[in-house]
């Protein structure tokens, strides 16, 4: 009996080359004797309503296709339920699909991976009722990522880089209060990025040792500093060398509460909400379609 297979993808995204992808997994995934349906919607809000009506529904998996922001709605249908998620990584970042080690721009590789079926259980932070895969971000790089959002003369790593640059001249150190599995820490920073995952940002790896299957989160906290020495610390950030500055410290709990005024929290390209936030690592939150192991 063939299986049931959702392929949730935006419409919109990408001037079409989304639905070209999921027209080109959905015809590899049939010959491997996979019954594929496309799910979308234009629109994130009833694009997820819709998918997790058919989750509810029954099917063997869904595969989202598209980038972190495709994958950040289709966690919202998926975390905590029995049915896996495949992903076909079409996207400028990417984030999610790196930490699971799946083939980045390759169609036929990535839905070769959903074909397999092979489950790893992974954990996903929480927000209130919002799943986050990648990383949490708040100050600098939330600021970063605010900015960007409002710019509509530029895209992708032009966009961001913009962004990146404005914010730089408006760096200011941050007064906040963070509490760590219920330990409370006043702290000034630059930023504090919460990480499920490694990266964010297209492979920036803000959290390299976080692991998604430990239960807990790795907490980057960058100290206060002035625009020159952030010049010298964030390039590291690409390989996750920026962990072993003096200016950086990384903690590990499974509950995170930040508060701190005029903040916003930002994961997975989405903004989640102005601080204070908390959030949750839940275990094993999401049944990942991964490669096999090798050998």
Not at 57 to 78: E, F, H, P, R, S
Not at 184 to 211: H, K, Q, W
């Amino acid at each position: 009996m063939s299986r049931e297979i959702a392929i949730f993808v935006n419409p919109t995204a990408g001037r079409g080359r989304g639905l070209k992808a999921a027209s080109i997994a959905a015809d590899l995934l049939r010959d491997r004797g996979l019954t594929p349906h496309q799910v979308s919607a234009p629109g994130v809000a009833e694009g997820i309503a819709r998918l997790r009506s058919v989750v509810r529904a029954g099917v063997d998996a869904v595969v989202a296709v598209g980038g972190d922001g495709t994958v950040a709605a289709a966690l919202q249908a998926v975390a905590g339920t029995p049915t896996p998620l495949g992903v076909i990584p079409i996207g400028s970042g990417n984030d999610f699909a790196r930490a699971l080690d799946l083939p980045l721009g390759d169609v036929a590789a990535a839905a070769r991976v959903v074909a397999d079926r092979h489950i790893r259980p992974v954990d996903l932070g929480r927000v209130g009722e919002r799943w986050f895969g990648t990383i949490l971000c708040t100050g600098f790089d939330s600021r970063v990522n605010e900015r960007a959002n409002r710019m509509t003369w530029a895209g992708g790593r032009t966009r961001y880089n913009a962004a990146l640059l404005g914010e730089l001249g408006a760096l200011k150190a941050i007064d906040y209060e963070l509490e760590l599995d219920g330990k409370p820490f006043e702290v000034e920073a630059t930023l504090i990025a919460v990480g499920n995952g490694r990266s964010y940002g297209g492979g920036m790896r803000m959290c390299p040792g976080a692991d998604l299957a430990d239960g807990l989160f790795d907490i980057t906290v960058v100290a206060a500093c002035g625009r020159a020495e952030l010049l010298r610390v964030f390039p590291g950030v690409y390989g996750g060398r920026h962990v072993n500055h003096p200016l950086v410290t990384v903690h590990r709990a499974a509950t995170v509460s930040l508060t701190a005024r005029g903040l916003s929290g930002w994961a997975d390209g989405e903004r989640l909400g102005a601080l204070p936030l908390t959030a949750d690592c839940v275990p094993a939150a999401v049944r990942a379609l991964v490669p096999a192991p090798a050998g």
